[in-house]
């Protein structure tokens, strides 16, 4: 069993390093590196520990207002400030060209196409303000069609389906409302419970 002489662990092939296996110099890759660190600093190349102050509005860093990928690059920015940087980068037109090669890049993995997908759904999507009051009950088999952008007459599927037409735009509307009162007056009369089973509501 060899032990290291500096904190007494079993040296094996995991903590020894081959070059001090070689000359049988009895020290772990822990202290080892630690007494570098240190002759290295005397010395003055490493540099010292650096001072946790943001170099533009000297305010001190830390969690809150410090991102984890500045801490690894050791880029002594906070937060507000660097979206200040990016934001007067990204006005310039070489910000604009790599912001334009990122996307590119983006829109190709499988998140980016989600998203696309996504944002696709909602820019076609039409923005319905259109209202709910209905003037008869639903029966089986029927449709609501509106009147106008408020109104509502439930109507058989096929009725509605026969004529095609537009409450934005108008088309057709006057043909198939035309279907609509004259259904909903020989509804109230009664003439057609039997035809389409309208007392049987849903």
């Not at 002594?76 to 334009?100: A, F, P, V, W």
């Not at 069609?145 to 057709?172: A, C, Q």
């Amino acid at each position: 069993m060899i032990n290291c002489i500096r904190c007494n662990k079993e040296l094996t092939l995991k903590n020894w390093r081959p070059r001090d296996i070689k000359k049988h110099n009895r020290v772990c890759r822990d202290c080892y590196k630690k007494e570098d660190e240190q002759k290295r600093r005397k010395i003055g190349i490493l540099p010292r520990k650096r001072k946790l102050i943001c170099r533009i509005c000297k305010i001190k860093l830390g969690d809150d207002n410090w991102w984890e990928s500045n801490q690894k690059n050791w880029n002594n920015i906070c937060i507000e400030c660097h979206k200040k940087e990016i934001s007067d980068y990204q006005r310039t037109q070489s910000g604009k060209n790599n912001h334009l090669k990122a996307c590119r890049k983006y829109n190709k993995t499988l998140n980016g196409k989600i998203s696309i997908s996504k944002q696709n759904k909602k820019t076609s999507s039409k923005r319905r303000k259109l209202g709910s009051c209905f003037l008869n009950n639903p029966f089986n088999c029927s449709e609501g069609h509106h009147i106008d952008f408020e109104n509502i007459i439930h109507i058989p599927k096929e009725w509605n389906h026969i004529i095609p037409h537009n409450v934005y735009t108008g088309y057709n509307m006057e043909i198939v409302n035309t279907y609509a009162y004259f259904f909903l007056m020989m509804q109230n009369i009664g003439e057609l419970d039997n035809m389409f089973n309208i007392n049987k509501v849903i």
